[in-house]
Nanobody, 132 residues
């Protein structure tokens, strides 16, 4: 069964740090790019960054460059999001996902595969609140 379980969210002061975890199951983790997304109150879910099968990151949100880093541990089928120098505008529910539906012109380990995320595969997310 395909599963994405996010954890590590918390209330943190501006300038603080958090590390989120995304534990996965139900597919061959090592073959897939994994994306981190976030949804702020009243807004659409947006793509933040992605880690390719080989560990290379792809950033989609310029505002997190230099503050957020992503890593993966194939032994644990887990992806981590290290968030530093957090800002109030980072407040959101954070989700991770992989695109398991085929996407023309991409392969599973490439971040373009995130276009193939099944709408039914989203996890519960983890809440990050940045506030003084």
């Amino acid at each position: 069964q395909l599963q994405f379980v996010e954890s590590g969210g918390d209330l943190v002061k501006p300038g603080g740090s958090l590390r989120l975890s995304c534990t996965t199951s139900g597919f061959t983790f090592a073959w897939y790019a994994i994306g981190w997304f976030r949804q702020a109150p009243g807004k659409e879910r947006e793509r933040v960054l992605c880690i390719q099968w080989n560990g290379v990151p792809v950033y989609y949100d310029e505002s997190v460059k230099g503050r957020f880093t992503v890593s993966r541990d194939s032994a644990k089928n887990t992806v981590y999001l290290q968030m530093n120098r957090l800002k109030p505008e980072d407040t959101a529910v954070y989700y991770c996902a992989a695109g398991l539906r085929p996407v023309p012109g991409s392969y599973s380990g490439d971040c373009k595969s995130l276009d193939g995320i099944d709408s039914g595969s989203w996890g519960q997310g983890t809440q990050v609140t940045v506030s003084s």
